[in-house]
């Protein structure tokens, strides 16, 4: 089956202070889930100024006490892969991450774009599809469907309002045009 949860943001800020407000957005005491998050690859293609990067998070279990019942369930910490694409010349990050733990039994994967928006060159555009397939638990398959995509919904909304914060706090009001 999955679930699918897109998400549409514009930040009315300058593309390249969005994207260094994301490489430094966690951990946040905003978001305690997210307890580290570390940088095990970057390289730069010298002939396109392509920056690659691939990060590691490490987060807290969120799944609720009466679903950790199940034994593959009772990790404490999750571990998400991130590799990110980065192009300053035409103002375009792309991003694709995935969940790292229960890959026998799930399928988190999500792609995102940060891009100069068509609106305002001086503003950025977000765009995030995550997806959520859940295979091998049986009748529990919708239920951590529904408990995931409910999570990932909240999540890239609590994601949003931490960057607005952060981008307020680091470069002061939206440019407002």
């Not at 980065?86 to 026998?104: D, G, K, P, V, Y």
Request: overall charge neutral; hydrophobic content about 40%.
């Amino acid at each position: 089956m999955g679930v699918t949860v897109d998400v549409h943001q514009v930040f009315q800020y300058p593309f390249e202070q969005v994207v260094a407000c994301f490489l430094r957005k966690y951990p946040n005491p905003m978001d305690k889930n997210v307890i580290s998050v570390k940088t095990v690859e970057e390289k730069k293609d010298e002939s396109t100024g392509l920056i690659y990067r691939k990060r590691i998070a490490i987060c807290q279990n969120v799944v609720p006490e009466i679903l950790r019942k199940v034994s593959i369930l009772k990790v404490p910490h999750v571990h998400l892969e991130e590799e990110s694409w980065l192009s300053l010349q035409e103002r375009n990050m792309a991003i694709r991450s995935h969940c790292l733990t229960w890959t026998q039994y799930a399928s988190l994967r999500e792609e995102s774009v940060f891009r100069e928006s068509v609106e305002n060159p001086n503003w950025t555009e977000f765009i995030q599809r995550g997806r959520i397939s859940i295979t091998g638990a049986g009748f529990l398959n919708c239920i951590l469907e529904t408990f995931a995509s409910t999570f990932l919904r909240h999540g890239a909304q609590k994601g949003i309002r931490i960057m607005e914060m952060l981008l307020k706090e680091q470069c002061g009001a939206p440019l407002v045009e």
